[in-house]
């Protein structure tokens, strides 16, 4: 029973640390340059959906854990930070196949701003 209720707080913290990455202004414009790395990838053919998650991982989720407040990283265990980086590559893969329909060059020079 433990074991349920604490993959559910796990799932709300990820969630409420992802709504802040959306609306926190520099960490949106970090992750519009990730979503213009992948799509350059997806050009190339060399994305790799587990490279892509083990990235957002190491180096975009401690950055969101450590701007918001009342949290620190060590308080944010493995599971949750890999739930995190999976929901946010989700998020980007779906902007780029469903928003862009795959097109890729009208994706990053819309991004060339950020």
């Known amino acids: 029973m433990d074991c349920n209720f604490k ?48 990235a957002i991982q190491k180096y975009l989720v401690p950055n969101i854990i450590k701007s918001y407040d009342g949290i620190e990283l060590r308080d944010v265990d493995r599971e949750t930070r890999n739930h995190l980086a999976k929901s946010i590559v989700e998020t980007f893969e779906d902007t780029i196949k469903i928003d862009y329909k795959g097109n890729y060059t009208e994706l990053i020079k819309d991004y060339e701003r950020y």
């Open 7 to 54: 993959q559910q707080i796990d799932e709300v913290t990820s969630r409420e640390l992802e709504i802040y990455f959306d609306n926190d202004e520099p960490l949106y414009r970090n992750g519009n340059a990730w979503i213009k790395n992948f799509a350059r990838k997806m050009k190339r053919g060399t994305y790799d959906n587990t490279k892509a998650v083990f």
